[in-house]
T-cell receptor, first 113, second 111 residues
Framework: QKEVEQDPGPLSVPEGAIVSLNCTYS??????FMWYRQYSRKGPELLMY????GNKEDGRFTAQVDKSSKYISLFIRDSQPSDSATYLC?????????????FGTGTLLAVQP | DAGVTQSPTHLIKTRGQQVTLRCSPK?????VSWYQQALGQGPQFIFQ???????QRGNFPDRFSGHQFPNYSSELNVNALLLGDSALYLC??????????FGPGTRLTVL
């Protein structure tokens, strides 16, 4: 079993839709949770960073962490064609977010105009 | 403020050869991590350098080695290249316990 599981998609939605992306994990030592966006053939770009459980909102993006269920989510409101990319969840344990990151496989999102 | 930079952008090598990839961290960052991303997969942690020492290492063979210089820049060396080493190699930099910021990557093709 992988430490981090993520549905690879692809996920196709119409412009303006609400998108929900999810990851589950097995290692209860994870405390730092991140979402990265990766455009084709580019490096990952940090979108959201959350420590421990709770919600965090930044513009159209909301990250949720439920440590009791070992489940994290990223919601995108009013999705735009420019949001079309691969979304990677990542997490790390003690030592902070600078510690080695364990990634999911990524979910490919396509927002149709 | 320049972000993380990597060179070269693309590289083509043949099996058995050796390769060196380079990374300059984001200004003010002192920690550099290297990841390998195969097509369709998430990045896999190779190792991390801090204060010119390897601080953590992932599950990669000794053919993968690295170095960090006093100016915090870093190199990744891979010896005896295999076809399976073809991937996007990503460098990430960070400061203290803060999050990691990634460079654009070097795409390595082994023929």
């Amino acid at each position: 079993q992988k430490e981090v599981e993520q549905d690879p998609g692809p996920l196709s939605v119409p412009e303006g839709a609400i998108v929900s992306l999810n990851c589950t994990y097995s290692n209860s030592a994870f405390q730092y949770f991140m979402w990265y966006r990766q455009y084709s053939r580019k490096g990952p770009e940090l979108l959201m960073y959350t420590y421990s459980s709770g919600n965090k909102e930044d513009g159209r993006f909301t990250a949720q962490v439920d440590k009791s269920s070992k489940y994290i989510s990223l919601f995108i409101r009013d999705s735009q064609p420019s949001d079309s990319a691969t979304y990677l969840c990542a997490m790390s344990g003690g030592g902070g977010a600078t510690n080695k990151l364990i990634f999911g496989t990524g979910t490919l999102l396509a927002v149709q105009p | 403020d320049a972000g993380v930079t990597q060179s070269p952008t693309h590289l083509i090598k043949t099996r058995g050869q050796q390769v060196t990839l380079r990374c300059s961290p984001k200004s003010g960052h002192d920690t550099v991590s290297w990841y390998q991303q195969a097509l369709g997969q998430g990045p896999q942690f190779i190792f991390q350098y801090y204060e010119e020492e390897e601080r953590q290492r992932g599950n990669f063979p000794d053919r993968f080695s690295g170095h960090q210089f006093p100016n915090y820049s870093s190199e990744l060396n891979v010896n005896a290249l295999l076809l399976g080493d073809s991937a996007l190699y990503l460098c990430a930099s960070s400061l203290a316990t803060d999050t990691q910021y990634f460079g654009p990557g070097t795409r390595l093709t082994v023929l």
